[in-house]
């Protein structure tokens, strides 16, 4: 009872926010903020569009840990970016650079979690997604503990566990598979699925659940006792284009990570999954590049600090 009553206040919260929150935010004090930050993203992706699921994942990790502060991006043996689901994230520097651009003409007015947030979303634009307006406004924290992100979702967490997590933030079945879904453009390390290959079970076996022929690849991928930092990207055959394949890949058993396969084996996210990949049609079927930008909008406005809370960082790296 008492983490549902949670979870609705934390849903009041976020709504609140979001009317705290709004687009054009930065229309009078820095009039050219969206498009710097949109150049930027853009000159790294030109470069490197395996940027564009770094920037994502920096976004979502930052929000999942005391709200979309831009906490994530502090520098410090004990800061949040050094914990243990942390480890691997890019794009650090993405929005370093933004941010010195940002403070040359218009300093003291753009915070770091907001370029976060635009961010996110242009990198998405820019792997053939939809694009959306984002709500700004959102101050930086002025904490960064790694011992807050303890509660991260992990490739290990069961369904119930993943509804739990995304619950405690307001955020509910839907908005967990939708999120879930930019994996589409997502990568992971060996070191978080190589168990599945040969490890899972307590004879040593692999995976059941995972289809044979994703099995092999990834095992030519990721030999046993290999680099386990290597990166594989977690949606077979069209990892670098921002689609439904993910959807359709966890129908068939080619799930890379056991957290997106298992979203197969519940009933209602099965169905999400189903629809999402479109195998219910009609009234049922649901359009991801329509449901996505709504679940970020969400997402994003996670437990933010508006108004006079928090401050805006003249460095992104470190509090002021």
Known sequence: MNTILNSI???VMSLTVQAQLKTGFYSASCPTAETIVRSTVGSYFNKDPTIAPGLLRLHFHDCFVQGCDGSILIVGSSAERNALPNLGLRGFEVIDDAKSQLEAICPGAVS??????????DAVDLSDGP??????????????????ASNMPSPLDSVSVQKQKFAAKGLDDHDLVTLVGAHTIGQTECRFFS????NFTTSGNADP?????LLAQLEALCPK???GLRRVVLDKDSGAKFDVNFFKNVGDGNGVLESDQRLWEDSSTRRLVQSYGGKIRGLLGLRFDFEFPKAMIKLSSVEVKSGVEG???KVCSKFN
């Open 311 to 313: 401050e805006i960082r």
């Open 112 to 121: 770091c979690a907001d370029i976060l947030a635009l961010a996110a979303r």
């Open 131 to 148: 694009s959306w307006e984002v709500p700004t406004g959102r101050r930086d924290g002025r904490s960064s503990l790694s011992s807050q």
């Open 195 to 198: 168990y599945r290959l040969y």
């Open 9 to 11: 206040m934390i849903l």
């Open 225 to 227: 006792n290999g680099d």
């Open 209 to 213: 659940t995972m289809n044979l022929s």
